[in-house]
């Protein structure tokens, strides 16, 4: 029984906040469920209609990382007025991203559409709330028309394969993807790297990593279970926007897209690894990035 017990409280320590979070966005979604109903609304989850609802849930997920990680944003400044694509590190849990589209949503009443990998339209219960919050499948098209509608589009190159396999050194996992590269040279956008600070020490994976490597790779699903949820000082730091040169002609263009998008690709990650390693201790410190919080000198 006393050992029962010990690993039961072990599970918990280790896993609660993960879960909690998982338990919040659920509970997102009844609630946009609820207004849904009461209202009789049918229209596009993109729309303004929605704004109110989408003002509240930005509210509390803003309240919860003021709370918990006493999040700060800063760069807002560098987001372009118009379309452009957001490059990010991928954490554990994308939580810190979570609390960024609240935020720039509350300051900004603006939407950032988020390119998710396909399991996550697979996952029950979540589709009026991945429509609200702009969540899309990161197609070449899906991509192309919310940037010609004016959004900001945002996406992490390294994905799952990020979350489940990166560490505390911060490697970014990136592969070969330069799809993104492509998809902002057709679009005639800018790229904007940006980066939260000790994500990592927030939530974090086991060590013990080749098993699940293999069932990954071969199945494309995260088996792996995040754990951890410390209250370290999150801080989401966008830099400066990698422009796109407006004097292209159009066979310019092409050319740059065909021969151009490996140098695209590999300035953005030189610019989100730069971000890394100014703001970020590595190999990353949970009792740092807790002491941080406390750290008024860099408010």
């Not at 919860?64 to 452009?84: F, K, S, T």
């Not at 589209?101 to 939407?111: A, H, I, M, T, V």
């Not at 505390?168 to 998809?183: D, H, I, P, T």
């Not at 994500?199 to 994976?205: I, K, L, Q, S």
Request: charged letters at 20%.
């Amino acid at each position: 029984v006393i050992i029962g017990s010990l690993t039961i409280s072990a599970i918990l320590v280790f896993f609660i906040v993960p879960l909690t979070i998982v338990f919040f966005i659920y509970l997102s979604n009844i609630l946009l469920l609820i207004y849904q109903r009461n209202n009789e609304l049918k229209a596009d989850p993109l729309s303004d209609v929605w704004n109110s609802v989408r003002k509240n849930i930005a509210s509390f997920w803003d309240t919860y990382a003021r709370i918990w990680h006493g999040y700060e944003l800063h760069g807002v400044e560098n987001l372009p007025e118009g379309p452009g694509i957001l490059v990010y590190y991928h954490g554990a849990i994308p939580v810190d991203y979570l609390y960024f589209l609240s935020r720039l949503f509350l300051w900004k009443k603006r939407l950032c559409l988020s390119v998710a990998d396909h399991f996550v339209f697979r996952l029950p219960g979540l589709k009026l709330l991945l429509g609200v919050t702009g969540v899309i499948p990161g197609t070449r098209e899906e991509c192309l028309v919310a940037l010609k509608n004016g959004y900001l589009v945002s996406i992490s190159p390294g994905g799952v394969r990020e979350a489940l396999f990166s560490d505390e050194s911060y490697q970014l996992m990136w592969g070969n993807r330069k799809g993104f590269a492509q998809v902002a040279l057709e679009a005639k956008v800018p790229i904007i790297p940006m980066y939260t600070q000790n994500v990592r020490e927030g939530y974090r994976m086991f060590k013990e990593r080749r098993f699940f490597r293999q069932l990954y790779e071969s199945t494309r699903l995260p088996f792996t279970p995040p754990y951890g949820g410390l209250p370290v000082k999150f801080r989401t730091y966008i830099g400066k926007p990698i422009p796109y040169d407006p004097n292209l002609t159009t066979e310019e263009l092409v050319e740059k897209i065909c021969k151009g998008k490996f140098l695209f690709s590999l300035q953005t990650k030189t610019a989100v690894q730069a971000l890394i390693s100014k703001h970020q201790t590595i190999p990353g410190n949970i009792w740092k990035a807790l002491l941080e919080r406390f750290d008024k000198r860099r408010k």
